[in-house]
């Protein structure tokens, strides 16, 4: 056997985190962003059966908006999930970081790995899902679905005002970026102890365990498995969801 504490067993138990407490400040006013129907199903739902899909996950952690976790509660219950999956809510904080942490820290302690989801991007499909925990499992400590970008990226100083010009202070060579997805895996004690450890502002839950030095693996992700952020996001979700009615159908 290996000493690395990463190596997690062919036979781990995972479950699965949902950040789901943020307002969605971006997509414009209304319900909090999870709560918001598409196909008429809140993004929640569609999150935690993306999840649920997966036949690894037995446990799926909600961070629900910090006043929201009887809604959800109620969310859960209202809709048909997998039996073999259990489910948690938990309220969240102010930040995404802290939303992660508050389920962290309500995970049993029987699960070895752990993923982290944005309830934000609904329609990520289970081979996605699936990848990630297989590369987990195969020994790496976090591990990441991410696509080649489109557009090519500047790195700028940011104007002061909003709608500014901005100077380019280097364009980086774009065949060496990602754009990275969710979900992210983790072993759970690398994750915990980066939770712990790093206190900077960060996007994503990898990052946090690159700071501790740890190798971070990227797996291809998948183009639905985009973050609604914008109201055109909304649109490609609902389109996304046509097409899969569609190709059900035959
Ligand atoms: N999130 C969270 N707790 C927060 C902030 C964000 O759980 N305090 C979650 C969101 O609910 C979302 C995920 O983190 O599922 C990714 O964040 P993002 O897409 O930025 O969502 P919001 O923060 O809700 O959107 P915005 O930044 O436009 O307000
Ligand atoms: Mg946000």
Same mark, same amino acid.
């Given at each position: 056997? %290996? ?13 699965? =985190? ?7 400040? #971006?997509?414009? *006013?209304?319900?909090?962003?999870? @709560? ?17 899909? %997966? #036949? ?16 959800? +509660? ?9 039996? #073999? ?8 904080g102010e %930040? ?18 752990? @993923? ?8 990520? *499909? ?9 590369a987990v #499992? ?14 090519? =990226? +500047? ?27 969710? *979900? ?22 990898? %990052?946090? =365990?690159? +700071? @501790? ?5 990227? =797996? ?6 985009? +973050? ?23």
């Amino acid at each position: 056997m %290996s000493d690395d504490s990463c190596t997690s067993p062919a036979g781990a138990r995972t479950a699965a =985190v949902i950040p789901a407490a943020g307002r969605g400040v #971006r997509l414009g *006013p209304g319900a909090p962003k999870a @709560l918001r129907a598409l196909g008429g199903t809140p993004m929640l739902i569609h999150a935690v059966r993306a999840m649920a899909a %997966s #036949r690894a996950v037995s446990l799926v952690v909600v961070v629900a908006p910090p006043d929201g976790s009887p809604e959800v +509660k109620s969310l859960l219950d209202a809709h048909a999930l997998p039996d #073999r999956t259990d489910f948690l809510v938990v309220p969240g904080g102010e %930040s995404r970081q802290e939303s992660v942490k508050l389920g962290l820290d309500a995970l049993p302690p029987d699960y070895d790995i752990v @993923l982290v989801h944005d309830a934000a991007r609904p329609l990520v *499909p289970v081979d996605t899902v699936d990848a990630v925990i297989e590369a987990v #499992r195969a020994g790496a400590p976090a591990v990441v679905p991410a696509l080649p970008l489109a557009d090519t =990226v +500047k790195e700028v100083e940011p104007a002061g005002t909003p709608g500014e010009p901005e100077p380019v202070v280097a364009t980086p060579v774009r065949a060496r970026l990602r754009a990275v997805q969710t *979900p992210q895996g983790f072993d759970r004690a690398t994750l915990i102890r980066a939770h712990e450890t790093v206190t900077e502002d960060v996007t994503d839950d990898a %990052s946090m =365990v690159e +700071k @501790l030095g740890k190798t971070v693996l990227l =797996v291809p992700g998948h183009e639905e498995a985009f +973050k609604v952020t914008r109201p055109l996001d909304l649109v490609l979700a609902e389109a996304v969801l046509a097409r899969r009615r569609l190709n059900d159908g035959f």
